[in-house]
């Protein structure tokens, strides 16, 4: 089976969990949880194909010419990170079926986390440096959607927020790192990446390369200075806490980090950076853990400390230390994931995290007491437990590093003080919470939760044990597997025996025991006494108060900014705008030179001469006209946009000037409805003095002077442009390849749904994004008072005829009114129009029309009946959903693109089918049909949804005008005592 399933299968159940009802807990667990354990199964069948070095490599051809290929590939490390992310989710969704509550949304849930999971496989699976960053970026998305799942807290808002800030900021660095490297080695591809690792060291820009995606790695594994983030994410549920600390989210940084240890590392700038990042990150998050009071708390603080034991290792610049550094990875996401799980089952039965208030849970529930305690003490880096075994390697690798003479020392000194930290907070864990006499002033009495809620803590548990004890037996195939790309593919020696004699390594773990163990009780008597209930100097390294200081600092200045060059007047945004874009153009024009081409010009005919006289002059008198005279202004207007189809028609382009003449149409609807909402011009109010005059006079000839730099130097550059002369090859691509490659005759046609199919797609995409967010910037728009009431022609019931106020369609049903003809006469042009539209539809890909074209022309013909009859009858008659039409559109277009790569092909490369049906006879189908049905259908609705935007102002006015008059009439209704309102 493709390596494409292991990622598309999560995304395809994210989906499907999305449109399941609230209540089908089980249905959407289920679910979640096959797709997760199939994956896993599935991965698992992998290992053969890879732990002997091999490497499984999927590839869809998308831009070959630029390097930007789709690529999957899975070595051995790869395999392994894949084991734990959906190992390890496989648990957690079975957690999470009896954690979360009937109450919560969890179909939201369970789509999050499958696209959680697929996002994560994506990252760990890329075989492109790009594809990497673009799932990276996915995964700080999911995440803060998982972290803010219960949306109606301050804390879960607030964490969410500030993770997906910190993450995606440097997610957005790693990406222009991944620019620079691709630019060093000449590809993007991942392989060629990895085995140009001299070369990159070699090269000026390796430093900055090393720095960009540095921080996107230390910012995702909340390494210092970046640790202040994972705190914070301990809002989320505790299946998310317990996911994302164990074998994604935070591990993402680190699995970067190994994944470019071959092409990176071995210099002294990765040693002193990734090096001095992981071990602050060590000590910083260690020492914090042992003053946490929230049982989340502590094991967020310790994961911190854990992430920095492996940055650490992994910037020693040694084989075996990246070999420790895989093997903690591997460890620490067994006990992690287990502790969480361990701590959301007592915060499920207890009903707090506060170990100030947990005390001798051992006797109510004795078999999850076990259970985490041995997970803790896999944590602290007791013997027989598999955390022991690599922190034993990441002692070993301290004392025998090879650098200067204070590090030698330090290294290992920092390494014990670390372990004893670690042992001090595994003791406070264990110790404080199920030892000591019996809490009563729980607000839940405790007992054990359900078995199969368990049932994961205990399989996690057994793997601690079982690795710590037969470490060979277990993992050694695996861990070799995994390591042998980190390190590029030649192993160093090491061993994986429990006991490698009494050394040096071995004396730094008793001392790290003893030691912690002194130091828990210390802290216990002090705290006992009142002291040390948080940790001494650590408000003086606040993270998060330098991020919302930052923060603050930067709203400031956008603040300040705005109120120096922002404008509520549309004339001055309109200048600022045009000015940039004048200046922008212009000097790089003027560094280069612009020079005419030697093309010789055609003859001008004297009739397109004469139509563009006319059309500036339309163009000049509606610009005249705008200030008092808005309706002739945009009459002139469309004289001009006449002028502009007939030129397509001059220079042989009938499919754009059939598509510019409906957007003429469309545009002018949509002028005339913001026309109706704009108040009437007063002059009489005020007469402007002479110095006012003068400043308006002196705008005026401002802005005119703007404008002919603009238009001058866009016709200057379009002249320039087409008196060069263009090779052959370039003029005849597509008119020699559009009908034996794109299945079609016409080249515009078949250019945008074949050959720039994917920008086709984009444009669709972005066009369905703005009627959105004008649909959304729409709803709160509240037209002003001097404009809500209609003139009496556009009401449907005479002025002098009483109204019933109760019956707000009476005023709105235009239909009955004056319009009654127009009102029949459109709705018999309706089905007319739609068979136009179908007949431009289906002669587009070979004769002037398309999808585009005619989903205007349809929605010019819905248009005509809200025009005529009125918004209210329309609705109530023909109701319309014109988000539906976007969506659907959008999953057609989609659609049609992922049936090419079904087949094998690129993504929307179109194939054609001559079809012979009995009565009909042979007709000549292309897939580009069913692309082209996306673009009418999304055409539809973005059309429909901006143009029926505002004219719902129409129904908001009639409501407020209804409104009003009753406000009227009820005080003198209720004076004499009788109406509706008695």
Request: glycine share 8%.
């Amino acid at each position: 089976m493709s390596l494409v399933t292991l990622i598309l299968l999560p995304f395809i159940g994210s989906l499907l969990a999305a449109v399941l009802p609230a209540n089908a807990r089980n249905t959407e667990s289920t679910l979640a949880g096959l797709i997760a354990v199939f994956c896993t199964i599935q991965t698992a069948l992998y290992f053969p194909d890879i732990v002997d070095g091999g490497v499984l490599r999927a590839e869809i051809a998308w831009i070959p010419a630029l390097g930007l290929n789709f690529v999957l590939r899975m070595d051995g490390f790869a395999w392994m990170f894949c084991m734990l992310v959906l190992g390890v989710g496989s648990l957690v969704v079975l957690y999470a079926r009896y954690y979360m509550s009937a109450a919560d949304p969890v179909p939201r849930f369970f789509a999050f986390f499958l696209a959680f999971m697929g996002a994560m496989v994506g990252v760990v699976l890329s075989g492109n440096i790009i594809q990497i960053a673009f799932f990276w970026e996915l995964t700080s998305l999911f995440s803060f959607l998982l972290i803010g799942y219960w949306h109606h807290r301050k804390d879960a808002r607030r964490g969410a927020r500030m993770a997906l800030t910190v993450t995606g900021t440097g997610g957005l660095c790693m990406l222009a790192g991944m620019l620079v490297l691709g630019h060093i080695v000449g590809s993007y591809d991942l392989d060629q990446v990895l085995a140009a690792g001299d070369l990159i060291k070699a090269h000026p820009l390796y430093l900055t390369t090393l720095v960009l995606i540095l921080l996107g790695a230390l910012t995702k594994s909340a390494q210092f200075p970046f640790h202040f983030w994972l705190p914070h994410a301990m809002a989320a549920p505790t299946p998310v806490s317990a996911y994302l600390h164990s074998a994604t989210m935070v591990k993402a940084g680190v699995f970067l980090l190994a994944r470019m240890w071959p092409a990176l590392a071995g210099t002294e700038q990765w040693f002193w950076l990734v090096g001095g990042a992981g071990l602050c990150t060590l000590l910083l998050g260690g020492y914090a853990a042992m003053f946490q009071n929230d049982l989340k708390g502590l094991l967020a603080y310790s994961t911190i400390s854990h992430l920095g034991l492996i940055t650490l290792l992994l910037g020693l610049n040694s084989p075996l230390a990246a070999v420790a550094a895989v093997f903690h990875i591997m460890n620490h996401a067994t006990f992690k994931a287990s502790l969480f799980m361990a701590v959301g089952i007592v915060d499920h039965e207890t009903g707090t995290r506060d170990i100030r208030r947990l005390s001798g849970l051992r006797r109510m529930m004795p078999i999850t007491s076990t259970l985490a305690m041995v997970a803790s003490a896999a944590m602290a880096g007791v013997p027989l437990l598999n955390g022991f075994l690599s922190k034993e390697m990441f002692f070993a690798e301290t004392v025998y590093v090879n650098t200067t003479p204070m590090l030698e020392w330090l290294l290992p000194v920092a390494a014990t003080v670390a372990g004893m930290f670690s042992v001090a907070y595994s003791l406070r864990f264990t110790v404080d919470v199920f030892w000591g006499p019996r809490a009563d002033d729980l607000p839940r009495t405790p007992h054990e939760p359900p078995h199969w809620m368990r049932v994961p803590v205990e399989l996690l548990v057994l793997a601690c044990l079982v690795v710590g004890t037969l470490p060979a037996w277990s993992v050694g195939a695996y861990l070799a597997a995994a390591a042998r790309p980190v390190v590029g593919g030649a192993l160093p020696e090491y061993s994986l025996a429990v006991w490698h004699g009494f050394n040096t390594p071995f004396v730094m773990s008793l001392v790290a025991l003893a030691g912690g163990v002194l130091l828990y009780t210390v802290l216990r008597r002090q705290r006992a006494r009142g002291h040390l209930l948080v940790p001494p100097a650590m408000h003086r390294i606040d993270g998060q108060r330098l991020f919302e200081g930052a923060l603050a600092l930067v709203s400031l200045l956008g603040r300040n900014a705005r109120r120096l060059m922002g404008t509520c007047r549309l004339q001055w945004q309109m200048l600022w705008l045009v000015g940039a874009a004048l200046l922008a153009a212009t000097v790089p024009l003027w560094v280069r030179g612009l020079q005419i081409g030697e093309r010789a010009p055609l003859p001008v005919a004297p009739a397109f001469a004469v139509m563009w006289v006319v059309g500036a002059i339309c163009a000049v008198a509606a610009a005249w006209q705008a200030k008092y005279h808005r309706l002739a202004a945009l009459t002139l207007l469309g004289g001009t946009g006449l002028c502009m189809c007939l030129t397509f028609l001059w220079f042989s382009a009938p499919d754009l000037a059939l598509t510019q003449i409906v957007v003429e149409v469309v545009t002018t609807i949509l002028i005339l409805l913001g026309l109706r909402w704009l108040p009437r011009r007063d002059e009489s109010l005020k007469v402007p003095t002479l110095d006012e005059a003068r400043r308006t006079l002196l705008r005026r000839w401002r802005d005119l002077a703007l404008a002919l730099a603009a238009g001058g130097g866009m016709a200057w550059l379009s002249f320039a442009m087409m008196s060069r002369p263009f090779p052959d090859s370039t003029s005849t691509f597509f008119l020699e390849r559009a009908l034996v490659e794109g299945g079609g005759t016409n080249v515009v046609n078949v250019m945008l749904v074949d050959f720039r199919g994917f920008d086709t797609f984009g444009e669709i995409v972005v066009l369905g994004i703005v009627a959105l967010t004008v649909y959304a910037l729409l709803r709160r728009f509240r037209p002003a008072r001097e404009v809500m009431d209609l003139p009496p022609q556009q009401r449907a019931v005479p002025a002098d005829v009483d109204t019933d106020l109760s019956n707000p369609r009476q005023t709105t049903d235009t239909a009955i009114g004056y319009l009654m003809v127009p009102a029949v006469l459109v709705r018999l042009m309706l089905p007319f129009a739609t068979l136009v539209a179908v007949y431009l539809f289906m002669r587009g890909h070979n004769e002037p029309g398309g999808g585009f074209v005619a989903g205007l022309v349809f929605s010019v013909a819905l248009l005509l009946q809200y025009i005529v009859s009125g918004t209210s009858w329309v609705e109530a008659h023909m109701p319309l959903y014109p988000r539906r039409w976007i969506g659907l559109g959008l999953l057609i277009a989609l659609a049609t693109g992922l049936g090419a790569l079904f087949w094998g092909y690129p993504f929307l490369t179109s194939h054609t089918a001559h079809l012979t049906l009995p009565v009909v006879g042979e007709i000549h189908v292309a897939s580009a049909l069913f692309f082209d049905i996306g673009v009418f259908t999304l055409v539809v609705g973005s059309t429909m949804l901006i143009l029926t935007g505002i004219a719902h102002q129409s129904v908001r006015s009639h409501r407020y005008n209804n409104a009003r008059a009753a406000e009227e009439v009820q005080p003198a209704v209720a004076t004499e005592g009788e109406g509706p309102w008695n």
